[in-house]
């Protein structure tokens, strides 16, 4: 079992759309939980990161955390076509450093 | 400020051949991490790097290694490549430790490593 899994399929929605993303984790020593957005031919750019449980708001964005159900979401209200990127979760053990990422999402958010 | 710099851009070497890949810093980060970004297998941890010591290292075989310089940037170096070793080799860096919980990593906009 990988430590983190993301259905890696393709996404496309329309403009003004919630875009719901998720991943699951078996590694019960992950902290920090974040959310990446990497654009064509560009780095990964860090989008969210959270510690405990519970929802993170930042404007269209909102990082869930269940720590309990090991599951973590992404959701983008109101999705604009310069939303359309690769989104890649990721976490971390604190102290180790260690970025462990999901295989990520292509979004395409149609005008 | 200037963000994480990588070069080369592109890479194309032949199996057998030895790649050597570069990273630059932001000013002021004193850890540097290299990940490789592989068609089907995602972002996967390479190497961490931090005031010149190794001090984390992914699940790769040995021909993987590097070095940090006493200015911080750093070096990936990949001996006897093999074609599954072409992919988009990602560095980043953060600040050190310290008695921060969690630092940041910004990651550069990469290598794309090509082996024939």
């Known amino acids: 079992q990988k430590e983190v899994e993301q259905d890696p399929g393709p996404l496309s929605v329309p403009e003004g759309a919630i875009v719901s993303l998720n991943c699951t984790y078996s590694?019960?020593?992950?902290?920090?939980f974040m959310w990446y957005r990497q654009y064509s031919r560009k780095g990964p750019e860090l989008l969210m990161y959270t510690y405990s449980s519970g929802n993170k708001e930042d404007g269209r964005f909102t990082a869930q955390v269940d720590k309990s159900s090991k599951y973590i979401s992404l959701f983008i209200r109101d999705s604009q076509p310069s939303d359309s990127a690769t989104y890649l979760c990721a976490m971390i053990i604190y102290g180790n450093n260690r970025l462990a990422f999901g295989k990520g999402n292509q979004v395409v958010v149609i005008p | 400020e200037a963000g994480v710099t990588q070069s080369p851009t592109h890479l194309i070497k032949t199996r057998g051949q030895q790649a050597t890949l570069r990273c630059s810093p932001i000013s002021g980060h004193t850890s540097v991490y290299w990940y490789q970004q592989a068609l089907g297998l995602g972002l996967q941890f390479l190497l961490w790097?931090?005031?010149?010591?190794?001090?984390n290292r992914g699940n790769f075989p040995p021909r993987f290694s590097g070095r940090q310089f006493p200015n911080y940037s750093s070096e990936l170096n990949v001996n006897a490549l093999e074609l599954e070793d072409s992919a988009l080799y990602l560095c980043?860096?953060?600040f050190g430790q310290g008695d921060r919980p969690y630092n940041e990593q910004f990651f550069g906009p990469g290598t794309r490593l090509t082996v024939l």
């Open positions: 590694n019960s020593a992950f902290q920090y």
């Open positions: 790097y931090d005031e010149g010591e190794e001090r």
């Open positions: 980043a860096s953060s």
